[in-house]
């Protein structure tokens, strides 16, 4: 078992028992399970995706997990077959009356594309899902709604650790940033140059 895959089911065991948000709608009565149905952990990963089998691994650990003990039993939600798209799939888990929950959100533009779905934002959040992110670290992403959650740290945060540690670990004046020209990259560029410049560097 990879420790990404422990952090999740550690965030799994907590989002199981997610209560409604204050604030916000709860599910409906045509997509709650009756008392003594099994309830679903969603896998919101495309299989094509190359952290699928990871994220499913974490899934079904924190199932075992949750059915160790007594009451109602927990299953894993696997992606139905023949979606092809992160929206159609957020769409299918949220109106699944048996899923409780969604792992999901593999990286950055995943989440942003189903941060409305999840949350259900079109009915008001009546049939809002938790959604826990394994990977998804984009800044904007921080305090975005009362369903997303996060197991990594955000960009800035990456960042402005790794500037602290070339300067005062080194301990260097100069650093050389090597980035990915998208968002992502520029983000974390930024935040080094910002961290680094004001220790002096």
């Given at each position: 078992m990879t420790r990404r895959a422990l952090s999740l089911a550690s965030l799994l065991?907590?989002?199981a028992c997610a209560r409604t948000p204050e604030g916000s709608g709860s599910r409906g009565a045509s997509v709650t399970p009756a008392d003594n149905a099994p309830v679903a952990i969603g896998v919101?990963?495309?299989?094509?995706?190359?952290?699928?089998?990871?994220?499913?691994?974490?899934?079904?650990?924190?199932?075992d997990r949750l059915n160790e003990g007594k009451g109602r039993r927990f299953l894993v939600r696997l992606p139905p077959s023949g979606i092809a798209s992160d929206v159609t799939?957020?769409?299918?888990?949220?109106?699944?009356?048996?899923?409780?929950?969604?792992v999901g959100?593999?990286?950055?533009?995943?989440?942003?594309?189903?941060?409305?779905?999840?949350?259900?934002?079109?009915?008001?959040?009546?049939?809002?899902?938790?959604?826990?992110?394994?990977?998804?670290?984009?800044?904007?992403?921080?305090?975005?709604?009362?369903?997303?959650?996060?197991?990594?740290?955000n960009d800035k945060d990456v960042a402005r650790f790794a500037a602290r540690w070339v300067r005062d670990s080194l301990p260097a004046r100069r650093a050389v940033v090597v980035y990915r020209n998208d968002a992502v990259g520029s983000d974390r560029c930024k935040h080094f140059?910002?961290?680094?410049?004001?220790?002096?560097g």
């Amino acid at each position: 078992m990879t420790r990404r895959a422990l952090s999740l089911a550690s965030l799994l065991l907590v989002s199981a028992c997610a209560r409604t948000p204050e604030g916000s709608g709860s599910r409906g009565a045509s997509v709650t399970p009756a008392d003594n149905a099994p309830v679903a952990i969603g896998v919101g990963v495309l299989p094509a995706h190359p952290r699928y089998a990871e994220i499913v691994e974490g899934v079904r650990f924190a199932v075992d997990r949750l059915n160790e003990g007594k009451g109602r039993r927990f299953l894993v939600r696997l992606p139905p077959s023949g979606i092809a798209s992160d929206v159609t799939l957020a769409e299918a888990l949220r109106d699944d009356p048996e899923v409780l929950g969604v792992v999901g959100g593999a990286d950055n533009a995943a989440v942003f594309a189903t941060l409305g779905t999840y949350a259900d934002t079109a009915e008001a959040g009546a049939r809002a899902l938790p959604l826990v992110s394994p990977a998804a670290a984009a800044s904007r992403l921080t305090g975005v709604n009362s369903w997303f959650f996060r197991v990594t740290p955000n960009d800035k945060d990456v960042a402005r650790f790794a500037a602290r540690w070339v300067r005062d670990s080194l301990p260097a004046r100069r650093a050389v940033v090597v980035y990915r020209n998208d968002a992502v990259g520029s983000d974390r560029c930024k935040h080094f140059a910002e961290a680094f410049g004001g220790r002096g560097g």
